[in-house]
């Protein structure tokens, strides 16, 4: 069950056990609620993602941008970033993926034609993968915290699921434990031979990102390949 409040200019889903009166307060004026954060996590031209209080709790607000007009004309019609991140939270719930708690989300609306949306959602309190091993004190844990992720990603694949933008910034560690962020780009797919494409292409993709990270040394990099390899996911 959940909270829908559906007008021609505003769209809101709220889970009811997050519909307190202090939500409410927010979900009316997301915009407001944003202007007071506790912290900004990111702010560029296709999102702002802050962390704010309510109901003396941290959670977490992520607005969608428009880049341009073109891009703009594109999501009036689109499936929002925030119902998508909405969805597949709890996809990934069913299938015993990590991932944040869906609390809500908002589409300004003009009708049938999406604006800006936003989504809210619990904050995950954990240290990013990328930060994780560019730490030497972490070096002890590397190995399993790899294979955690390694099984991860074999696990979306077996559930016909690609988050397509998978690095290490998008993979909070929790107690040694791999939680998934920003869903806006992933997708389920209907055959198996689909889904294993798509899980070749991320692990590919993966694995080319490490150009990006020079603070993350080349042993890092064997240990992934070594458990790719071992479950047949690179030659």
């Given at each position: 069950?959940?909270?829908?409040?559906?007008?021609?200019?505003?769209?809101?889903?709220?889970?009811?056990?997050?519909?307190?009166?202090?939500?409410?307060?927010?979900?009316?004026?997301?915009?407001?609620?944003?202007?007071?954060?506790?912290?900004?996590?990111?702010?560029?031209?296709?999102s702002?993602?802050?962390?704010?209080?309510?109901?003396?709790?941290?959670?977490?607000?992520?607005?969608?941008?428009?880049?341009?007009?073109?891009?703009?004309?594109?999501?009036?019609?689109?499936t929002?970033?925030?119902k998508?991140?909405?969805?597949?939270?709890?996809?990934?719930?069913?299938?015993?993926?990590?991932?944040?708690?869906?609390?809500?989300?908002?589409?300004?609306?003009?009708?049938?034609?999406?604006k800006?949306?936003?989504?809210?959602?619990?904050?995950?309190k954990g240290?990013?993968?990328?930060?994780?091993f560019?730490?030497?004190?972490?070096?002890?844990?590397?190995?399993?915290?790899?294979?955690k992720?390694?099984?991860?990603?074999?696990q979306?694949?077996?559930?016909?699921?690609s988050?397509?933008?998978?690095?290490?910034?998008?993979?909070?560690?929790?107690?040694?434990?791999?939680?998934?962020?920003?869903?806006?780009?992933?997708?389920?797919?209907?055959?198996?031979?689909?889904?294993?494409?798509?899980?070749?292409?991320?692990?590919?993709?993966?694995?080319?990102?490490?150009?990006?990270?020079?603070?993350?040394?080349?042993?890092?990099?064997?240990?992934?390949t070594?458990?790719?390899?071992?479950?047949?996911?690179?030659?």
């Amino acid at each position: 069950m959940k909270m829908i409040d559906c007008k021609w200019n505003k769209l809101t889903i709220c889970q009811p056990q997050f519909h307190t009166q202090k939500m409410q307060v927010v979900l009316q004026d997301v915009d407001s609620a944003m202007q007071t954060p506790l912290k900004i996590l990111k702010d560029d031209p296709t999102s702002t993602v802050v962390v704010v209080s309510v109901d003396d709790e941290p959670i977490v607000i992520k607005r969608s941008n428009t880049k341009g007009v073109l891009h703009g004309l594109r999501r009036l019609v689109c499936t929002s970033r925030a119902k998508k991140n909405w969805h597949y939270a709890k996809r990934l719930a069913l299938a015993n993926i990590k991932t944040f708690e869906p609390i809500a989300y908002v589409e300004d609306r003009f009708g049938p034609f999406k604006k800006r949306s936003y989504f809210i959602c619990s904050l995950i309190k954990g240290i990013d993968a990328l930060h994780f091993f560019s730490q030497i004190n972490y070096q002890s844990q590397w190995e399993v915290v790899a294979q955690k992720i390694v099984e991860l990603i074999q696990q979306l694949g077996d559930e016909h699921l690609s988050h397509r933008d998978l690095n290490l910034s998008n993979i909070i560690l929790v107690k040694e434990q791999p939680y998934l962020i920003d869903l806006d780009s992933m997708r389920q797919y209907r055959w198996r031979l689909h889904a294993n494409r798509a899980t070749q292409h991320a692990v590919k993709r993966f694995m080319e990102n490490w150009q990006d990270y020079p603070e993350i040394s080349a042993q890092v990099a064997q240990i992934f390949t070594s458990h790719f390899q071992a479950r047949g996911l690179l030659c």
